[in-house]
């Protein structure tokens, strides 16, 4: 469903050219059940927009080579484009060029982390984590823990699912190696301080990683200004192909740091002996990576930056707001997490229904929601649910479309509640 230009001007989406920005999503323009699609899943993973999809064919196409190895020209075009992406993306996020290592996305980043500074951990520290946590920063975490002897402590929301920097200063002790938190939770939605949690850890000398996957394509992100040591995002939440993704940290800190995957690419020179390890951030890209994906990624943060991450994140706050406001509304709709300040994702159950029969009802209209744990089992326990409905509307999306989610979700209430 497409706003006709105009309409939705004195709704909010003045700011963004939303007509023209979802005609760039070609998902976007697809029936799902003979009904058009309303897309409402964007935690889960982004459509492409064409520029992406373009710059992925480009490359499949015309110079399908490895990087980094041949002497001939394809070789030295795909060396160049996966190269200027990687530039393109760390000054998107505030990073520098030679402090971005390509991972398959947040989890793999998160992995790398853990399996290295992870090593550094003596028995009786401590790794310090939220209840707000995707799977992906707990599991990597509790098997570093495992490995070294060290615990993880976990600092609780509040019961709107608010993280507060007074709870997070009174979790740490001095045996505090490691503090590991969301920027924004995928199953709630909450925002956290993560800039003030990070100066924090600084100065306390402890090292900090922050889980930027659901932060990146809402806001704003900067490494630098959030005074953090690594961060971890994924590049299909940000419009670009799953596969690729990546870890940001200082170049001096990576080099610190021992290599995680061995192979090609990521040595200087190798015998049976020993081997020495190339610079960053290539020590930490083993084997063939994911080069158009790498392009792709490059494509989608200079179509982000086209449109602008102000510009989206005010649009976005405007659409949660409505949707929050729709979903109060609603009789039997309680909400999960009802957080300060929100980004990406709302969480709700509907009283006497499962989520999942929710969600497939929901599809059924065309609108896709994803109903479940949402790698997050922890968050929606401490709410005393195994499961919810999660919406997460994104600048593509219309008030339109919202009211016509909401008048699905009230006919199923009302047919099936
Ligand atoms: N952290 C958060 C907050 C997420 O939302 C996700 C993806 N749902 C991940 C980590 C894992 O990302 P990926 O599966 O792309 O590695």
Redesign the pocket.
Known sequence: MTAAPGKNADRGDAAIDVPTIRGQLPALSRTVHDKPLIYLDA??TTPRPQPVIDAVTSYETNYPANVHRGVHELSGEATAAYEDARRRIAAFLGAQTHGLVFT?????S?NLVANTSGGTLEPGDEVLISAL??H??IVPWQLACQRTGSALRVVDVDDHATLHLAAVEDAITDRTRIIAI?Q???AVGTLTPIREICTLARSRGITSLV?A??AAPHMGVDFADTGCDFM?F?G??MYAP?GI?GLLASPSMLDAMPPWQGGGDMIRTVSFESCTWNEVPWKFEAGTPNIGGAIGLGAAVDWLGGIGMHAIAAREQELLGDAVARLHSIDRIRLIGEPTKRAGAISFVVEGMHPADVGAMLDRHGIAVRAGH??AQPILERFGISATVRIAPAFYNTHDELESFEAALRRIIDVFG
């Open positions: 935690a889960a398959r996305g947040t989890t793999e998160i946590e995707h992906a920063n969301t924004v939770s995928n889980d996957a659901q971890a994924s299909h939440k799953t993704g949402h790698c």
